[in-house]
Nanobody
Framework: VQLQASGGGLAQAGGSLRLSCAASGSFRSITAMGWYRQAPGKEREFVARITRVGDTSYLTPVKDRFTISRDSAKNTVYLEMNGLKPEDTAVYYC???????????????????WGQGTQVTVSS
């Protein structure tokens, strides 16, 4: 399963960016998709997640500024980021959890895939 992220770039504080991540390859289903970020010198942290049925969860500092959504038909997840702050500067990674094909009609093993990361830089 491959994930292709796009949409990062440079924004001023208070500005907006929209990230996209499309999943491709052979899989039975996607259970959830999400975004993580890693700032220089810091651990990778969870940002937002959306399940197959549309349940969402967010990192507390972004919950009132970021919105995650998905297009299930396109196996694509989006992250709309508004009110950007310099502390949002990081490499953003998308993640997908799902199920691979098994034998016949049976489900296969679970998978968890990561995209290549896209840089978001917010200037003050």
């Amino acid at each position: 399963v491959q994930l292709q992220a796009s949409g990062g770039g440079l924004a001023q504080a208070g500005g907006s960016l929209r990230l996209s991540c499309a999943a491709s390859g052979s899989f039975r289903s996607i259970t959830a998709m999400g975004w993580y970020r890693q700032a220089p010198g810091k651990e990778r942290e969870f940002v937002a997640r959306i399940t197959r049925v549309g349940d969402t969860s967010y990192l507390t500092p972004v919950k009132d500024r970021f919105t995650i959504s998905r297009d299930s038909a396109k196996n694509t997840v989006y992250l709309e980021m508004n009110g950007l702050k310099p502390e949002d500067t990081a490499v953003y990674y998308c993640n997908a959890d799902g199920v691979l094909h098994g034998k016949g009609w049976s489900p296969g093993p679970n998978f968890s895939s990561w995209g290549q990361g896209t840089q978001v830089t917010v200037s003050s």
